[in-house]
């Protein structure tokens, strides 16, 4: 890894880093050590984070989207404008700024930032990066259950909780909203103009400055200690959970990606951040680089596991168990695909933080996933191997990710709107 690489972008230096941004303590600690050794052997490498460069995230932790935010406060600050916020947008999706009538300043700032490829963008690498997302079978459900070590962090679990995204009975409904996007992103050609995940990554971009909008004025939002909600900083810990992390840790389910698969996956993911409005400070670009990211965010906020975070760990779970009323056959197999689903969160999390949901013990579940290695080895060898197949997996899962998302979502789209009223 050249020094250039993890040198920060421009960032204005007079944005405080928030009190809850803790990298320099927890990295001098034992814990901070332990997960950096640890990180190291798997990187096969030494994993040494310049301190600019940490200190670069701090502040992006207190910094939202420069553009979206600012359309969306002109939005708000008429009645007229608060209504016309997504109609425009979608406006503008489709035929171009130009279609809409005395369109804003900040709407046309925010579609030239779109519709302005970043120097570094290269496309075949993000169609291969979608190719490669889409071969996990399993993915969604990783997808998750990974985040529940998120929700022990306060700066992603206040949000979700205050706007009650996933909690009660709206769980299982954000949980398909966002596989939705997940869906629309990795679609063939999906990132060009007009295409469908251009649109969805652009809509849920507004709806996470609409979020900022309501939720930074709240009184239970001390920006101070927390900084900005859905922040830089988390986005960017998101994009890597999409790419990064499943490329390593789905191979212990039998997959084989190569680390150009991996940072493909990581470089298509980059993308679709820059039309969410994600200017991280630094973004990893290798293997080698993505573990260095993940030591860097995984030590700058400590966990605070409270009623919120496992609240959000059992909703996130609950939707697995069967239907209220459901008898006989329907019964027994909702209960064992829930407890089969509370083994793929204790493999994919280990004791530790399993335990912090406050989720019932897997007992023998544990290992259900590796149940799933035979299957995955097979499909991989046949890819790798057999003329065809490759395409043919990839009509197969494509296939089965749209059958799910017409079951479980109304006329099979998601709205990407945001709540009508917080939770308090």
């Known amino acids: 890894m050249t020094q250039s690489t993890t040198q920060p972008t421009t960032h204005p230096t007079e944005v405080a880093i928030p009190t809850i941004f803790t990298y320099f303590e927890t990295a001098a600690s034992p814990k901070g050590q332990a997960l950096k050794a640890q990180l190291e052997r798997y990187a096969k490498c030494p994993l040494d984070v310049p301190e600019d460069l940490a200190n670069a995230f701090g502040r992006a932790m207190n910094t939202g989207d420069r553009l979206g935010d600012a359309y969306i406060d002109a939005c708000f600050a008429s009645p007229k404008g608060r209504s016309r916020a997504r109609k425009d947008v979608e406006l503008a999706l489709h035929g171009g700024v130009r279609t809409v009538s005395d369109p804003s300043p900040e709407l ?59 909690t009660g009975g709206s769980a299982f409904g954000r949980f398909v909203e966002t596989s939705r996007l997940w869906t629309d992103t990795t679609e063939p050609g999906a990132m060009r103009p007009g295409a469908v995940g251009r649109r969805s990554a652009v809509f849920v971009r507004v709806l996470h400055s609409m979020i900022r909008h309501t939720l930074l004025p709240h009184p239970e939002w001390d920006r101070d200690r927390l900084g900005m909600p859905i922040s830089q900083f988390a986005q ?77 760990c059992r909703s996130f779970m609950d939707t697995y168990l069967p239907p209220e009323g459901a008898k006989g056959l329907r019964q027994v197999y909702g209960r064992l695909r829930y407890r089969a689903q509370l083994g793929h969160a204790r493999f994919y999390l280990g004791e530790e933080s399993y335990r912090n949901t406050g989720l019932p013990d897997a007992g023998l579940w544990r290992f259900a996933p590796l149940a799933r290695v035979p299957g995955n080895l097979t499909r991989e060898t046949l890819r790798r191997n057999v003329p065809g197949a490759a395409g043919w997996i ?31």
């Open 108 to 166: 046309v700032a925010l579609f030239d930032q779109i519709n302005t490829d970043p120097e570094w963008v290269d496309w075949d690498k993000v169609e291969h990066g979608a190719e490669v997302f889409r071969r996990y079978k399993e993915l969604y459900p990783f997808f998750g259950m990974s985040t529940f070590n998120a929700y022990g962090l306060e700066t992603v679990a206040k949000p979700l909780a205050l706007t009650g995204a996933y």
């Open 236 to 312: 960017t810990g998101t994009l890597l959970l999409s790419s990064f992390a499943p490329g390593m840790q789905l191979k212990l389910l039998g997959y084989r990606p190569t680390d150009a698969d991996v940072e493909a996956m990581m470089h298509h993911w980059r993308y679709v951040g820059h039309l969410m409005g994600v200017e991280a400070p630094w973004y990893p670009e290798t293997v080698t680089e993505g573990f260095l990211a993940n030591l860097l965010l995984g030590l700058s906020e400590q966990p605070k596991i409270d009623d919120d975070s496992r609240e959000l």
């Open 394 to 424: 990839d009509q197969v899962n494509r296939r089965d990710r749209h059958a799910f998302l017409n079951a479980n979502l109304e006329g099979g789209e998601a709205k990407f709107k945001p709540v009508d009223k917080l939770t308090r």
